[in-house]
């Protein structure tokens, strides 16, 4: 994956050819808080019916880039340019309206609200003199989750009583249902077991298969992996690598997110400490 649209070289890796124009690109994005850089020179993108994965551990940046992407912020520096366009969105509606959807980690749900009205909060179809046409909306949160695979028991069932990923599959249908061409996912797997994990992922792979470009953070190497196309690995910021997928084997992926000789040391550590407890202080 690379910014450029051509080709890029990722540490000891081969360059990633690009197939297809981007959706959504940024080039040589920065933002600073005074004197803090948060992001700098960062160049990626994303294609309709791809997964993009963005992976960095606890402040890498992903969270600055998300708001970037998402709206929130501006960039400092760089170019942000959707379907071939400049954009400079001046929020998160802004950016909605373009076909950005984010879903974020708190999913922006009411837990004691029934699914079908949280799938359209915000967005309340009506009918006649302005009335909630309640039987669209029921009819229509059921037909919109089946189309990914998602079987709702009932409609009127708060939101709360559905496991953690059946919540995010929800908020993954109504941005689908609601038109986004870019589904930018944070974090969704982080606080999920391995179970409703993988329900996620199946998730992401049925947007993408709708031909939706999908950005997927995650700290998580081994979620990432299945329904990944190409990753982008951030570190301190800056983009620490960039790949395709059959040019970046798992066991690679992982000592990238680990920093590579920082997992060699720690390994070393941990075989002294195994080997002589009293050197653990």
Not at 79 to 93: A, I, N, Q, T, V
């Amino acid at each position: 994956m690379s910014g450029n649209g051509g080709a890029a070289t990722a540490e000891g890796g081969a360059a990633v050819t690009v197939n297809g124009a981007p959706l959504l690109e940024i080039k040589g994005v920065s933002k600073f808080f005074g004197s803090v850089i948060a992001l700098k020179d960062v160049s990626a993108f994303v294609r309709a019916g791809e997964v993009t994965c963005l992976l960095g551990d606890n402040g890498a940046g992903k969270s600055t880039l998300i708001k970037v992407l998402a709206g929130v912020h501006r960039p400092s520096e760089g170019e942000y340019l959707f379907d071939g366009s400049p954009m400079d969105f001046s929020s998160p509606r802004d950016a909605l309206d373009h076909g950005i959807a984010t879903v974020y980690q708190d999913l922006a749900m009411i837990p004691l609200m029934a699914v079908w009205r949280n799938f359209f909060l915000g967005a309340e179809p009506t009918k006649g003199a302005g009335r909630f046409d309640i039987d669209f909306a029921k009819k229509t949160t059921v037909e919109e989750l089946a189309k990914m695979g998602i079987d709702i028991r009932d409609p009127d069932q708060p939101v709360g009583t559905l496991s953690g990923g059946e919540r995010q599959s929800v908020a993954i249908a109504r941005a689908v249902y609601f038109g986004a061409k870019v589904l930018i996912l944070d974090e969704p797997t982080a606080a999920l077991g391995v179970k409703q994990a993988g329900v996620v992922l199946k998730y992401i792979l049925q947007a993408r298969n709708r031909g939706i470009g999908v950005i997927f953070i995650t700290h998580n190497p081994h979620h990432a992996y299945p329904v990944g196309d190409h990753f982008v690995i951030l570190r301190r910021g800056q983009v620490y690598g960039d790949y395709a997928k059959d040019e970046l084997p798992l066991e690679q992926l992982v000592r990238m997110m680990a920093g590579g000789a920082d997992l060699d040391t720690l390994h070393h550590e941990l075989e002294q400490a195994s080997r002589d407890p009293d050197s653990v202080s």
